[in-house]
């Protein structure tokens, strides 16, 4: 089975901090994604990665970046954390050129204060 | 560009069929995919259909696509308290990146 494990469940942090969310899957799957989900609106993709080094921004990338040093992790990085920034951020993974569905990590639930 | 849609909110007595509706806009050939969301968890994989198919039965669930009207739908058989959640579609638009676009979600509460 697809493993895709995001370091925290739960996090706290304050208005104007950096904030690192870390995502890790075990299939060495080459595209990697992060979205937010907030109620009414589903998911909307943030950015996304179909390699080492590579990144895309999605459909709403402004005030984060990512970092793609390792195949199997794909972090998203909040530069300096605002409040509508608080949603929940999900994290997938899938192999490259095939049909084959994302597969997503349980979600880090971001709280910024 | 690509949208899709869903209703937001279902509600059906357990033991009833469900059926949560979608509608995307792509016209080319792709794939659709239907998550559950359990409350405070990630999206599982339910199912999935290409384009080029009428439906897809597994078990309890069978997806049915409209081609002409671009229109999806999961039927849920003999609806359980358990199958409460968060239901949402999802459409391929680039078979290259992977890169999805999702509905809004249907929550399904289910009445015991």
């Known amino acids: 089975d697809v493993k895709v494990t995001q370091s925290s469940r739960y996090l706290v942090k304050r208005t104007g901090e950096k904030v690192f969310l870390e995502c890790v899957q075990d299939?060495?799957?080459?595209?990697m994604f992060w979205y937010r989900q907030d109620p009414g609106l589903g998911l909307r993709l943030i950015y996304f990665?179909?390699?080492?080094?590579?990144?895309e921004k999605g459909d709403i990338p402004e005030g984060y970046s990512v970092s793609r040093e390792k195949k199997e992790r794909f972090s998203l990085i909040l530069e300096s954390a605002s409040t509508n920034q608080t949603s929940m951020y999900l994290c997938?993974?899938?192999?490259?050129?095939?049909?084959?569905?994302?597969?997503f990590g349980d979600g880090t639930r971001l709280s910024i204060l | 560009g690509e949208d899709v849609e869903q209703s937001l909110f279902l509600s059906v007595r357990e033991g009833d069929s469900s059926v949560i509706n979608c509608t995307y806009t792509?016209?080319?050939?792709?794939?659709l995919y239907w998550y559950k969301q359990e409350p405070g968890a990630g999206l599982q994989l339910l199912t999935y259909?290409?384009?080029?198919?009428d439906m897809k039965q597994d078990q309890r669930l069978t997806v049915l696509l409209n081609k002409k009207d671009k229109h999806l739908s999961l039927r849920i058989a003999d609806t359980q308290t358990g199958d409460s959640a968060i239901y949402f579609c999802?459409?391929?638009?680039?078979?290259?990146?992977?890169?999805?676009?999702f509905g809004q979600g249907t929550t399904l509460q289910v009445k015991p």
């Open positions: 792509d016209s080319s050939s792709t794939y």
């Open positions: 299939m060495d799957h080459e595209n």
């Open positions: 997938a993974s899938k192999p490259r050129d095939s049909n084959q569905p994302q597969h």
């Open positions: 999802a459409e391929l638009i680039s078979s290259n990146t992977g890169k999805l676009i």
């Open positions: 259909i290409f384009s080029n198919m």
């Open positions: 990665s179909y390699d080492v080094k590579m990144k």
